[in-house]
C-alpha cells in the first residue's frame, strides 16, 4: 500500500491542479499524477508552476533537469540556475549568449566565426554539448538557438553524465522549449536596431477541439542584421511547430518540430598586435566578401508518449532525430607576420543526422518511513556526421593587411581534400533514486551504464579508425533543510567523453571527470527570492597532450575549483531581478611543451558577475510598463591555451524601458553598452579575437492579437 505524509499529499494537490490546466500541455517530467484527470478551470492569474512552463516573472522554483522528474528545486542536492524567457524579452535578446551572463559561471567560448552558439564553458570547462526537452542536439553544427522557442534556459553545475551520458563535467544546458498551453493566444513582435537589425517573430497558441484535449503551438522568427563589422551580416528563418494531444486520461502525446536556416558571413575577428588589442579597428574584417555567405539548416522532430499505469507510475516512451546541413566558402586568417595576416581557402560541406530512443519508467514507492521517486531509463543514440572542409596551403601571398585590407585576391588552389566521417552508436542504462528520508533530509542516488562504438573513416586516405569502450557514472549527493530558509547540500558525481582518434590511427582512452560540491539553497524574503551558492572542485583526467616525440596521448589533466552562486526573485510587486557571480580558478595540472602544467584554461575569467533589475509600475497611467538596467563584468582570461596573451577585464551597462500602451500594445527600447566600452568578448587564440558590440540601440513593438 502506498502511504504519503500531509506534506507529500499537499504537493501532489498542487502539482495537479497545473497539470489538468494546460491538459497535460507539458513536457512528461512529472513527478506524480493520477490516472484521471478531469478539465479543472483555473482562475488564479499566476497559475502554479510547472517544471517545462512559463515563469512568472524571473524566479523559478521548479526544475526536470537534474533529475528527468518535475521536483522543487530547493530539495535537489545539486547547483541548477534557470534562466526565464522574462530576462531574454526584457534584454530584447535572440541568442543565449546574453541570457547566460545571469546563470552564473557560464564562459563565451569559439562560436564557429560566428556560424553557431558551438561552445561555452561551465566552470571552468569548455563544452560543445547542448540539449533541448533533455536531449542532445548539437552534436553536429546545431545553429545557435532561437529565443522564440525557449520557455527557459536550465544549467546543470557540475558533471551530469549519470543522465545524460556524454559530455564535459563542468555542467551542461538544457533549453526547455515552449509548449501548447489551454488558453489560445497569439503575439506578434517586431524590432529594429543600430546597424540595420531587423526581426519579427509571432507566437500562436491554439486549441484544436472543444474539450481540449488537442492543443497546438506556432512560433516564427525571421529577422536580417548587418553589423558594426565591415561585410559581416546574417539572415535568418524558423518555424517550430509543437502538438499536445491527450488520447485518454491516461496517455499524451507531444509532439515537437523545429526548421531553421541561417545565412551568415564567417568572421574570425581581428588579431591582437604584439600580444597587445587595440590597434586593429573592430570593424576590420579580415576575410573576404566574395565568399558569400555559409548556409546552415537544421530539421528536428521529437515524439513523446507518456501512459500512466496507475497512480505511482508512469511509462515514457520518446524519440529525437534531428538532421542538418552546413555548406559554405571562407578565407580564414592564420598568423599575423607583422602587418599582415596569412590566410588560407576552405570549401565546407557539412551533414549529420542524430536519433536517440529513450523508455523510461517513472514511480513513487515508500520503504518504512522513506519516500522514494525513481527513474529506469534506456537510451539507444545512432549518430552519424560528415565533414567535407578541402582548403588551401596557409600563405602570405593570400594574406590579408590588418590596417587596409585589400579584397578580390583570386582564390588559392585546393590542395588538402579534409574529408571524414564518423559514427557513433551508444546503449546506456539509467538507474535513479530520489529519496525522502524525513521532512528535512533529501537524497539522491544514480548511476548510467554505457557502452559506446565509434568509428572515424578518412575518406581522402581510406583509414578506418573503430573504439568501443563500456563506462559506468554514478552520482549521489544529499540536502539538509536546516530552516524552512536555507538548505544545505553536498554531491559527487562523474562524467566520460570519448576522445577523438588519432590521425595516426591512436585509439585514446575516454576523458574523465569527477566533481566535487557542496553550497547552501536559499529561499528568501517570503519566498520572493531565491538562490544558490556552491563550492565546487572538480578534476579531469585523459585530456589529449603530446609526449616528448610530438606523438598525441591521453595524459593531460585539469582542474577547477571556486564558488558560483545565482539568485532570482521578485522583491515586491514591483522590482524583480536576477544577478550571478562566479569565481573560478581553472588550470592545467598535467600538461605538455606546447601547454605547460599551470596554464590557465582558454577563457576563464577569475571573477565575473551580472545583475538584471527591473521595476514595473502598478498603478496609474504607466501600469504595466517598466524601466530597468542590467550590468556585467568578466575578468582577465587568458585568450589562447599556453601563452600569456590574454583578454583585457571589462565592464558592460545596458539600460531598457518598456511602454504599455494597452493591454494589447507594448511599445520598448534597449541602449546596450550605454558607456560605448571597447571590450572583447571570446578568443580562440591570438589571432581570432572577436570585439563586443559597441553601444547600440534597438526599438520593439510587441502586439497581443
Given at each position: 500500500m502506498l502511504c504519503f505524509s500531509s506534506s507529500q499529499k499537499s504537493r501532489r494537490l498542487q502539482r495537479l491542479s497545473p497539470f489538468a490546466a494546460a491538459l497535460l500541455g507539458s513536457f512528461a517530467f512529472a513527478e506524480d499524477a493520477t490516472t484521471t484527470l478531469d478539465p479543472v478551470l483555473i482562475t488564479d492569474e499566476h497559475p502554479q508552476e510547472v517544471a517545462d512552463g512559463p515563469v512568472q516573472g524571473y524566479l523559478?522554483?521548479?526544475?526536470?533537469?537534474?533529475?528527468?522528474?518535475?521536483?522543487?528545486?530547493?530539495?535537489?542536492?545539486?547547483?541548477?540556475?534557470?534562466?526565464?524567457?522574462?530576462?531574454?524579452?526584457?534584454?530584447?535578446?535572440?541568442?543565449?549568449?546574453?541570457?547566460?551572463?545571469?546563470?552564473?559561471?557560464?564562459?563565451?567560448?569559439?562560436?564557429?566565426?560566428?556560424?553557431?552558439?558551438?561552445?561555452?564553458?561551465?566552470?571552468?570547462?569548455?563544452?560543445?554539448?547542448?540539449?533541448?526537452?533533455?536531449?542532445?542536439?548539437?552534436?553536429?553544427?546545431?545553429?545557435?538557438?532561437?529565443?522564440?522557442?525557449?520557455?527557459?534556459?536550465?544549467?546543470?553545475?557540475?558533471?551530469?553524465?549519470?543522465?545524460?551520458?556524454?559530455?564535459?563535467?563542468?555542467?551542461?544546458?538544457?533549453?526547455?522549449?515552449?509548449?501548447?498551453?489551454?488558453?489560445?493566444?497569439?503575439?506578434?513582435?517586431?524590432?529594429?536596431?543600430?546597424?540595420?537589425?531587423?526581426?519579427?517573430?509571432?507566437?500562436?497558441?491554439?486549441?484544436?477541439?472543444?474539450?481540449?484535449?488537442?492543443?497546438?503551438?506556432?512560433?516564427?522568427?525571421?529577422?536580417?542584421?548587418?553589423?558594426?563589422?565591415?561585410?559581416?551580416?546574417?539572415?535568418?528563418?524558423?518555424?517550430?511547430?509543437?502538438?499536445?494531444?491527450?488520447?485518454?486520461?491516461?496517455?499524451?502525446?507531444?509532439?515537437?518540430?523545429?526548421?531553421?536556416?541561417?545565412?551568415?558571413?564567417?568572421?574570425?575577428?581581428?588579431?591582437?598586435?604584439?600580444?597587445?588589442?587595440?590597434?586593429?579597428?573592430?570593424?576590420?574584417?579580415?576575410?573576404?566578401?566574395?565568399?558569400?555567405?555559409?548556409?546552415?539548416?537544421?530539421?528536428?522532430?521529437?515524439?513523446?508518449?507518456?501512459?500512466?499505469?496507475?497512480?505511482?507510475?508512469?511509462?515514457?516512451?520518446?524519440?529525437?532525430?534531428?538532421?542538418?546541413?552546413?555548406?559554405?566558402?571562407?578565407?580564414?586568417?592564420?598568423?599575423?607576420?607583422?602587418?599582415?595576416?596569412?590566410?588560407?581557402?576552405?570549401?565546407?560541406?557539412?551533414?549529420?543526422?542524430?536519433?536517440?530512443?529513450?523508455?523510461?519508467?517513472?514511480?513513487?514507492?515508500?520503504?518504512?518511513?522513506?519516500?522514494?521517486?525513481?527513474?529506469?531509463?534506456?537510451?539507444?543514440?545512432?549518430?552519424?556526421?560528415?565533414?567535407?572542409?578541402?582548403?588551401?596551403?596557409?600563405?602570405?601571398?593570400?594574406?590579408?593587411?590588418?590596417?587596409?585590407?585589400?579584397?578580390?585576391?583570386?582564390?588559392?588552389?585546393?590542395?588538402?581534400?579534409?574529408?571524414?566521417?564518423?559514427?557513433?552508436?551508444?546503449?546506456?542504462?539509467?538507474?535513479?533514486?530520489?529519496?525522502?528520508?524525513?521532512?528535512?533530509?533529501?537524497?539522491?542516488?544514480g548511476v548510467r551504464l554505457e557502452h559506446f562504438e565509434q568509428t572515424s573513416l578518412n575518406r581522402a586516405s581510406g583509414l578506418r579508425l573503430e573504439q568501443e569502450k563500456d563506462v559506468a557514472t554514478p552520482r549521489a549527493g544529499l540536502l539538509y533543510q536546516l530552516t524552512p530558509q536555507v538548505g544545505v547540500f553536498a554531491n559527487a558525481s562523474t562524467s566520460f567523453r570519448p576522445n577523438s582518434i588519432g590521425n595516426q590511427g591512436q585509439v585514446f582512452k575516454p576523458e574523465k571527470g569527477v566533481g566535487y560540491e557542496s553550497g547552501l539553497k536559499l529561499d528568501l524574503f517570503d519566498g520572493r527570492l531565491g538562490g544558490t551558492v556552491a563550492l565546487f572542485h572538480i578534476d579531469k583526467e585523459n585530456v589529449l597532450t603530446t609526449d616528448a616525440n610530438g606523438d598525441s596521448v591521453a595524459a593531460g589533466k585539469a582542474r577547477s575549483q571556486g564558488l558560483d552562486l545565482q539568485f532570482s526573485g521578485q522583491l515586491s510587486d514591483a522590482v524583480r531581478i536576477i544577478g550571478a557571480y562566479a569565481y573560478i580558478d581553472a588550470q592545467v595540472t598535467e600538461g605538455d611543451a606546447a601547454i605547460p602544467d599551470g596554464s590557465d584554461l582558454l577563457g576563464i575569467a577569475r571573477h565575473s558577475g551580472s545583475v538584471l533589475a527591473v521595476y514595473e509600475f502598478q498603478e496609474g497611467a504607466l501600469r504595466g510598463s517598466d524601466f530597468g538596467a542590467a550590468a556585467n563584468y568578466v575578468g582577465d582570461r587568458s585568450g589562447q591555451a599556453g601563452s600569456d596573451f590574454e583578454l583585457p577585464a571589462y565592464s558592460t551597462v545596458d539600460l531598457l524601458a518598456h511602454y504599455r500602451a494597452s493591454d494589447e500594445v507594448t511599445l520598448g527600447l534597449n541602449l546596450n553598452n550605454l558607456f560605448d566600452r571597447k571590450y572583447y568578448e571570446r578568443a580562440y587564440n591570438s589571432t581570432w579575437v572577436m570585439p563586443g558590440d559597441p553601444r547600440n540601440i534597438s526599438l520593439s513593438l510587441t502586439l497581443s492579437l
Open positions: 523559478a522554483t521548479r526544475s526536470a533537469t537534474a533529475s528527468k522528474t518535475d521536483s522543487d528545486i530547493r530539495d535537489i542536492p545539486q547547483s541548477i540556475d534557470v534562466v526565464p524567457a522574462q530576462v531574454l524579452d526584457d534584454l530584447n535578446a535572440t541568442r543565449l549568449d546574453r541570457a547566460l551572463d545571469f546563470a552564473g559561471g557560464v564562459a563565451r567560448q569559439n562560436n564557429f566565426g560566428g556560424l553557431t552558439f558551438l561552445n561555452y564553458s561551465v566552470r571552468g570547462f569548455t563544452t560543445g554539448e547542448l540539449y533541448k526537452n533533455g536531449f542532445a542536439v548539437n552534436r553536429g553544427s546545431y545553429s545557435a538557438p532561437d529565443a522564440s522557442v525557449i520557455e527557459r534556459i536550465e544549467v546543470l553545475k557540475g558533471p551530469a553524465a549519470s543522465l545524460y551520458g556524454r559530455g564535459d563535467p563542468g555542467g551542461m544546458i538544457n533549453i526547455v522549449s515552449k509548449r501548447p498551453q489551454a488558453q489560445a493566444f497569439s503575439e506578434l513582435k517586431t524590432s529594429t536596431g543600430s546597424w540595420d537589425r531587423y526581426r519579427s517573430s509571432l507566437d500562436v497558441n491554439t486549441p484544436l477541439s472543444d474539450d481540449g484535449s488537442l492543443l497546438s503551438r506556432v512560433n516564427l522568427a525571421v529577422e536580417d542584421n548587418d553589423s558594426f563589422r565591415d561585410y559581416v551580416g546574417n539572415r535568418r528563418q524558423i518555424v517550430s511547430p509543437s502538438l499536445s494531444w491527450q488520447l485518454s486520461s491516461d496517455t499524451r502525446l507531444l509532439i515537437d518540430s523545429e526548421f531553421s536556416h541561417t545565412e551568415s558571413v564567417f568572421d574570425r575577428g581581428i588579431p591582437a598586435v604584439n600580444g597587445e588589442l587595440g590597434s586593429v579597428r573592430r570593424s576590420t574584417f579580415l576575410g573576404e566578401p566574395n565568399d558569400g555567405e555559409i548556409s546552415n539548416a537544421n530539421q528536428t522532430l521529437d515524439l513523446a508518449l507518456e501512459h500512466y499505469l496507475n497512480d505511482a507510475w508512469r511509462l515514457r516512451l520518446a524519440n529525437h532525430y534531428t538532421q542538418g546541413t552546413l555548406r559554405g566558402d571562407s578565407s580564414e586568417p592564420q598568423q599575423l607576420i607583422g602587418e599582415t595576416v596569412t590566410r588560407f581557402y576552405r570549401q565546407r560541406n557539412f551533414e549529420w543526422n542524430d536519433s536517440i530512443t529513450q523508455t523510461e519508467l517513472h514511480g513513487s514507492f515508500d520503504t518504512g518511513a522513506w519516500q522514494h521517486q525513481t527513474l529506469f531509463g534506456l537510451e539507444y543514440e545512432n549518430y552519424r556526421n560528415s565533414q567535407k572542409y578541402p582548403q588551401s596551403e596557409t600563405s602570405l601571398d593570400y594574406g590579408q593587411d590588418i590596417y587596409s585590407p585589400v579584397y578580390g585576391r583570386p582564390k588559392p588552389a585546393i590542395v588538402k581534400p579534409n574529408d571524414f566521417h564518423e559514427h557513433t552508436e551508444s546503449y546506456a542504462l539509467n538507474v535513479q533514486d530520489q529519496i525522502a528520508f524525513t521532512e528535512r533530509l533529501r537524497g539522491l542516488a
